[in-house]
């Protein structure tokens, strides 16, 4: 049997429905798009606005304040990597996974 052959539609259609797709799809005239107006003014930086305002003892406060967060952050983790190499010396954390594995619960 011979097959159904479907012929494609020109390219010379093609190309004209996509150009006029293209001209439909903006409502604004490219000449409208290059004049210049109020919405393309540039914005006011943050840097600038926030750097304008700030004293020479406002920032020493500011960085010492940093710093004793960074001393407390530091000790607390010192304080947990000394109570986790406890638990790893008695081997707290094995009898706690023995007994989840073999079902036991903690109280008796």
């Known amino acids: 049997m011979p097959s159904t052959i479907v012929p494609f539609a020109p390219a010379e259609n093609l190309l004209q429905a996509s150009a006029e797709k293209r001209k439909c799809a903006s409502p604004v005239s490219r000449t409208k798009l290059s004049e210049p107006s109020r919405i393309c003014e540039p914005e006011a930086r943050l840097w600038k606005l926030s750097s304008a305002g700030i004293s020479p003892a406002q920032a020493i406060i500011e960085w010492v304040v940093l710093a004793l967060f960074f001393v407390i952050a530091i000790a607390v983790m010192a304080s947990c990597v000394a109570e986790l190499s406890v638990l790893m010396q008695t081997d707290a954390v094995g009898q706690v ?9 903690g109280t008796k």
Do not use: C
């Open 97 to 105: 996974a023995s007994k989840a594995l073999s079902g036991e619960t």
